[in-house]
């Protein structure tokens, strides 16, 4: 029987979505060369997947339309093993939220609550990798966490 080894926790990197890309044949190894010099020069703290869709870039795959935040959002979370979460803010009840936790803490872990529903809390993240949060989260708010995720410009 073999050991599960527990991955350290780190957040994702504008290279290893450009590798994915690149591998799934949505973008071009050239391209993704290119932008990662570009944002080299231009080192900001947005995260990844909106750089790659600031830059425009196109899909390699025909009919070439942009990759836009919301289709990379879509797409990631599919390689991450999370469903995806479309953000509605009409939806989300404000006032239970922030009863939950600070915006500071949610800002820290790029987390989103967007639903309550008895024993079940739904949270969104940007950062699937970074889990240190979910079981202090979960005995705060004496529910099960499942985490989703979302376009990172949402939860921002």
């Not at 029987?1 to 890309?21: G, H, K, Y």
């Not at 404000?94 to 739904?122: C, D, H, W």
Request: overall charge negative; hydrophobic content about 40%; glycine content about 4%.
């Amino acid at each position: 029987m073999a050991a599960v080894i527990a991955q350290p926790e780190r957040q994702i990197t504008l290279p290893e979505i450009l590798d994915e890309l690149v591998a799934d044949g949505y973008a071009t190894r050239t391209d993704a060369d290119t932008l990662i010099k570009d944002r080299r020069m231009h080192r900001g703290h947005a995260h990844p997947l909106i750089q790659i869709a600031d830059h425009k870039l196109k899909n390699a795959r025909p009919p070439h339309k942009l990759l836009h935040l919301e289709w990379l959002t879509e797409w990631f979370a599919g390689k991450t093993d999370l469903d995806y979460y479309h953000v509605d803010p009409l939806k989300i009840n404000f006032g239970a939220v922030t009863e939950l936790m600070s915006s500071a803490y949610a800002q820290r872990y790029k987390i989103l609550p967007v639903e309550l529903n008895g024993r079940e809390a739904i949270v969104a993240t940007a950062e699937p990798y970074i889990r240190e949060w979910e079981a202090e989260l979960s005995r705060m708010m004496r529910v099960d966490i499942k985490r989703v995720f979302a376009n990172p410009a949402d939860i921002n």
